[in-house]
């Protein structure tokens, strides 16, 4: 059974950075069962009222931002994609009464490909992109996830790739290190306190009941939020959480690596 894992992809400059964070993703793959068949991921770039499950033979890689150093322009990450991963995919979401539409024409934007390109730089895992639905609730998104919890079973890994601290009105990207947010710091504590406890329920209310959610998740930005809540839903059999690793750069930007679900 292959666990789900939540990564924050931070900003971009992640994708060429060497920290203790990016070393927490390079060492993920030995942290697995086996080598994994597939890769379904969803990532808080791509935004979707249904949905969506992309395929392709190869993945042109999308460089959706801006003002950054060339090198980041360069990068490309030819991951191949699996047809037979995306059609299971959608025949689970149809089966759990979820509206879905395959895609065969979007690459992979940076929320993509940033994270696994640490994971696995050689891009020689196939890839299934998914989209992400800000405006369900938290219990729609989780049962998104749990519909797609089988896939766990048949080597396929399921991740989630956005941020559980996302504010830009609070960043300093002039200064990577610049000083932690105290409210920040006090979120990403009710939060690992409330995934551990498998507390579904605060979760879903997160918004009323976790200290400074309104400055962690402004409403303008809930997109990051949600990955999350996909991959937590995908190990709902086994209710376990770990988080692996949790930094903060640019005074209020988490870099939080989350672990769903055991790797027995």
């Given at each position: 059974m292959m666990p789900s894992f939540f990564?924050?992809?931070?900003a971009p400059l992640l994708a060429i950075e060497n920290n203790a964070y990016t070393d927490?993703?390079?060492?993920?793959?030995?942290?697995?069962?086996?080598?994994p068949r597939a890769i379904v991921i969803f990532s808080a770039h791509w935004e979707a009222h249904d949905q969506m499950v992309g395929t392709m033979d190869t993945f042109p890689t999308i460089h959706d931002f801006g003002g950054f150093p060339q090198a980041l322009y360069e990068?490309?990450?030819?991951?191949?994609?699996?047809?037979?991963?995306?059609?299971?995919?959608?025949?689970?979401?149809q089966e759990a009464g979820i509206p879905v539409a395959?895609?065969?024409t979007r690459g992979l934007d940076h929320g993509h490909w940033v994270v696994l390109r640490h994971i696995y730089p050689d891009a020689d895992i196939p890839v299934v992109a998914l989209?992400?639905?800000?405006?369900?609730?938290?219990k729609e998104q989780y049962q998104i996830g749990k519909a797609?919890?089988?896939?766990?079973?048949?080597?396929?890994?399921i991740l989630g790739s956005g941020g559980t601290v996302h504010n830009f009105s609070y960043m300093n990207l002039r200064e990577s290190d610049s000083e932690t947010f105290e409210w920040a710091e006090q979120f990403e504590d009710w939060l690992q306190k409330t995934l551990t406890d498998w507390n579904v329920e605060d979760l879903a209310n997160y918004r009323e009941v976790a200290p400074h959610a309104e400055k962690a998740v402004p409403a303008y930005g809930t997109?990051?939020?949600?990955?999350?809540?996909?991959v937590m839903g995908a190990a709902d059999d086994e209710r376990t959480a770990k988080r692996?690793?949790?930094?903060?750069?640019?005074?209020?930007?988490?870099?939080?690596?989350?672990?769903?679900?055991?790797t027995k």
């Open positions: 990564i924050a992809h931070g927490a993703l390079n060492q993920l793959p030995s942290m697995l069962p086996r080598k990068i490309e990450y030819p991951a191949k994609g699996d047809r037979e991963v995306a059609d299971e995919t959608i025949r689970l979401l395959l895609n065969t989209s992400v639905n800000p405006n369900l609730t938290v797609l919890s089988p896939l766990r079973e048949k080597d396929i890994l997109e990051h939020f949600v990955p999350l809540v996909y692996l690793h949790m930094s903060i750069r640019y005074g209020s930007l988490s870099h939080t690596l989350w672990q769903f679900g055991d």
